[in-house]
């Protein structure tokens, strides 16, 4: 099976720095991917990690460590439009399974 | 972007009625995936194809089936719709040169 697990909250002020973990538990694992989603929106595509290591792209860098299964999203100056939830998910192939979501709120 | 739409966007039915839903793309993917969205339990895999006529199962596929007769249309039908099937629906691509999903816009799905 498959399972995914990241908290269900953080909050942070704009300007600062946060990171959301998420730790699987997966067969077959390909590498594992980030989602952004705003209120009665799509989910979006942020950022894959199929090696170890860190990916940044732009504020955002997406982080993996297989050995520990384990992985982060890490957002730097954060502004107010990042508010949003943020799913993390693992990829097995061409089929990917999601975390139950982390609801970041940025506070000014 | 991907060039995928869903429909419809809203739709209120009663419990026991047919309900299709349908996602429709323009680049040829040869994947595509329906997920729905309960607050909760994020995204959960119901159904999914890779390729006309080929589909298979996912997470929680019961009371729900799934037709692909073209590439660029995945139909999604709750033969009896349940109020426990109230719910978002997203249909998904497969984006091979960035190994990610784009999404469509969602079905808001009532079931009264």
């Known amino acids: 099976g498959q399972s995914l697990e990241q908290p269900s909250e953080v909050t942070a002020v704009e300007g600062a720095i946060v990171q959301i973990n998420c730790t699987y538990q997966t067969s077959g694992f390909y590498g594992l991917s980030w989602y952004q989603q705003h209120d009665g929106g799509a989910p979006t595509f942020l950022s894959y990690n199929a090696l170890d290591g860190l990916e940044e792209t732009g504020r955002f860098s997406s982080f993996l460590s297989r050995s520990d299964s384990y992985g982060y999203l890490l957002l730097q100056e954060l502004q107010m439009k990042d508010s949003a939830s943020y799913f993390c998910?693992?990829?097995?192939?061409?089929?990917?399974?999601f975390g139950g979501g982390t609801r970041l709120m940025v506070k000014p | 972007d991907a060039g995928i739409t869903q429909s419809p966007r809203h739709k209120v039915t009663e419990t026991g009625t047919p309900v299709t839903l349908r996602c429709h793309q323009t680049?040829?993917?040869?994947?595509m995936y329906w997920y729905r969205q309960d607050p909760g339990h994020g995204l959960r895999l119901i159904h999914y194809?890779?390729?006309?006529?080929?589909?298979d199962k996912g997470e929680v596929s019961d009371g729900y089936s799934v037709s692909r007769s073209k590439t660029e249309d995945f139909l999604l039908t709750l033969e009896s719709a349940t109020s426990s099937q109230t719910s978002v629906y997203f249909c998904?691509?497969?984006?091979?040169?960035?190994?990610?999903?784009?999404f469509g816009s969602g079905t808001r799905l009532t079931v009264v």
């Open positions: 680049e040829n993917h040869r994947y």
């Open positions: 194809s890779y390729g006309v006529k080929d589909t």
């Open positions: 998910a693992s990829n097995a192939g061409n089929m990917l399974t």
């Open positions: 998904a691509i497969f984006s091979r040169d960035r190994d990610g999903y784009t």
